[in-house]
């Protein structure tokens, strides 16, 4: 699934650190879990966002590949984000 077909975009990908989760989905749902992954499948990142549009996040993560977890309660989607 692409990420324009999943309702979430996650930009700039690749990333300096700093990036940004978009969704028109996310407005007006009550909470949204969003997980984040190292590509040897740690978790690095778990957090719950409630009345959540978009979510900012700074400076976060190492030069790495990720896996983004994002679940709005009616579907988990999973996206990989690249940090330089």
Do not use: H, W
């Not at 692409?2 to 300096?16: K, Q, V």
């Not at 700074?58 to 709005?72: A, E, H, N, P, R």
């Amino acid at each position: 699934m692409l990420p324009e077909e999943s309702g979430f975009n996650i930009y700039p990908n690749p990333s300096t650190g700093n990036f940004t989760i978009e969704s028109k989905s996310m407005q007006g749902l009550a909470s949204v879990n969003v997980e984040i992954y190292s590509i040897d499948g740690k978790l690095v990142y778990s957090r719950v966002y409630r009345d959540s549009g978009n979510i900012s996040f700074t400076s976060l993560l190492d030069s790495g590949i990720y896996l983004v977890k994002i679940c709005d309660g009616y579907r988990v989607i999973t996206q990989k984000l690249i940090v330089k």
